[in-house]
């Protein structure tokens, strides 16, 4: 859940900062209306927390301001004023609570969370088969035994349990998870995947409920008839052929695709790597990421994907070393079982280089 807190003074925007995201709550914090009111404006947040007296646009204000536009985000006034003409005031303007400036932690994160409730944000446990998530205990749980997540996972988690039909791209979840001052690189959200999928593996579930779907993000997935039990059967035997035979042909045909990448590979050792040979490699990898994707290699996906990226934009003297570094990792990849996602680390994807990149494989 992220949060943007309007508040000029130091200390208390501190304050009230370090209180909510104790409580996995990601919160920017801005210094004066105007700046609040813009961002409040491009982006979605889930609550807005708002002092009474900004810096160029006071709290009501901003709250006028909002609504005329249309934004339903939710909105807690905050200030020292607590006289009943200035709390009429600032519910008359938008808000839809108000609390004392009081340094009442325990009220302040009762008011947010009855808000949230109050504006269908939240639900009284979230669940996806066994699996529950219990905002008001920050808990979760698999067949009622408890499952310990770091802050991040959890957060992702309550994310995709929270939209069960939307697809999330690498951005959108940065831009939910984490404020503006910590904004990550997109690997980070790849890794955070990951560690969520392996989390939740080791307790027991036998599918994970997040699936990767290629180009586009991810998403959560329907729920097994059994989540205990391998998913239904869904196809006849005789498309279970057509989908194995189709799956041995792309394996078959994986030695002549490599090979494009490794004359291009070639091609720069020897300074001889022409931008005709660049196309076709680039074409080669774009080709290879989506196939693989779509036959269940969905971490040499993402090696093919990066590959396709750093033939269209790297800079040609970097181009060798990230691109060796890259097509490895793409090999040993295809070495796993397809399906098995997790069992690659996942690196940085805009800044990876030789020296910098965790090229350690997952027993």
């Not at 695709?257 to 076709?280: C, H, I, K, N, Y």
């Not at 790297?314 to 181009?319: D, I, M």
Request: include cysteine; aromatic fraction near 4%; glycine fraction near 4%.
């Amino acid at each position: 859940m992220k949060i943007l807190l309007l508040e000029d003074d130091p200390s208390t925007s501190e304050f009230l900062a370090d209180t909510l995201t104790s409580h996995r709550y990601a919160v920017d914090a801005v210094a004066d209306g105007a700046t609040g009111l813009d961002l409040a404006s491009r982006w979605p947040y889930d609550l807005l927390i708002v002092d009474w007296l900004l810096p160029t646009l006071d709290g009501p204000e901003v709250c006028r301001r909002l609504r005329a536009q249309g934004n339903r985000t939710p909105i807690l006034m905050l200030t020292v004023k607590a006289t009943s003409a200035d709390i009429v005031a600032g519910l008359d303007a938008g808000a839809d609570d108000y609390l004392a400036k009081t340094g009442d932690a325990p009220q302040l994160l009762a008011r947010v969370r009855a808000l949230l409730r109050r504006s269908s944000v939240t639900a009284p446990v979230l669940s996806w088969g066994e699996l529950r998530l219990d905002p008001a205990l920050t808990q979760v749980t698999y067949r009622q035994q408890p499952i310990a997540c770091r802050p991040k996972e959890y957060e992702l988690l309550e994310l995709f349990l929270r939209q069960p039909q939307r697809m999330l791209t690498r951005s959108a979840i940065i831009d939910h998870l984490w404020p503006m001052a910590d904004t990550p690189v997109e690997g980070s959200v790849t890794n955070l995947i990951k560690d969520l999928r392996q989390r939740l593996k080791a307790a027991g579930l036998v599918t994970s409920p997040i699936e990767t779907v290629y180009g586009l993000g991810y998403r959560l997935k329907a729920v097994p008839a059994d989540e205990s039990e391998p998913a239904p059967a869904t196809s006849s035997p005789r498309l279970d052929r057509v989908m194995q035979q189709a799956t041995q042909r792309f394996r078959a045909s994986l030695e002549q695709r490599l090979g494009v990448l490794d004359r291009a590979m070639q091609a720069l050792e020897s300074d001889t790597f022409s931008p005709e040979l660049r196309q076709l490699a680039t074409t080669e990898a774009h080709r290879l990421a989506g196939g693989l994707g779509l036959f269940g290699y969905a971490q040499a996906s993402e090696m093919a994907e990066v590959i396709e990226r750093l033939l269209r934009s790297a800079p040609h003297p970097k181009l060798r070393p990230q691109l060796s570094h890259r097509l490895e990792l793409l090999k040993r990849s295809l070495m796993i079982p397809a399906g098995e996602e997790d069992a690659l680390a996942n690196c940085d994807q805009a800044n990876c280089d030789q020296a910098n990149c965790d090229q350690r494989a997952v027993p």
